[in-house]
């Protein structure tokens, strides 16, 4: 498998998002650092794309509907996390889902932000550009650091 192309697909994971997949293919594949970012953004804004774009469907139209553990255990989740975070989300709103993908850090990035904005309600259209947007200074933040540690 080529290097680009598990730039691309590490980029997609929830696990690695681009944090992972930057350094794997500056280090290990020795791949210009420009081209795995645009690789490594193209790849995990497809993925948070998808993921905005069929947690409603999975949750809300099938497993809540589907199964009745499942509902009340997403009810209970949704509830408890709303209940403790609305009051500082409502204030940072879009700063908030910027940040919360473009700081790397484990458990950010597209993934995380797109449940956020699914769990705090935010639309599609306004949830993926505020996500991209993360994704790209998170991009810029690793590449950079990425640089920086390669050229040790």
Avoid: C, Q
């Avoid at 980029?11 to 420009?34: C, H, K, N, Q, W």
């Avoid at 993926?128 to 933040?141: E, H, K, Q, T």
Wanted: charge should be positive.
């Amino acid at each position: 498998m080529s290097g680009e192309l598990v730039v691309f697909i590490s980029s997609m994971l929830p696990i690695t998002e681009l944090r992972g997949s930057i350094p794997l293919g500056v280090a290990f594949y020795d791949l210009p650092v420009v081209w795995v970012f645009v690789l490594a953004v193209i790849g995990n804004l497809i993925a948070g794309a998808i993921v905005l774009l069929l947690l409603d469907l999975l949750i809300n139209r099938f497993l809540i509907h589907k199964i009745y553990i499942l509902n009340r255990f997403f009810s209970w989740l949704f509830a408890w996390t709303r209940k403790r975070h609305t009051e500082k989300f409502n204030r940072y709103r879009d700063l908030a889902l910027i940040l919360l993908v473009a700081i790397p850090l484990p458990f950010t990035g597209a993934w995380t932000g797109a449940l956020a904005a699914f769990v705090f309600g935010i639309r599609f259209k306004r949830a993926f550009p505020l996500i991209a947007l993360g994704v790209l200074i998170a991009g810029v933040i690793v590449s950079i650091v990425t640089l920086g540690i390669v050229s040790l």
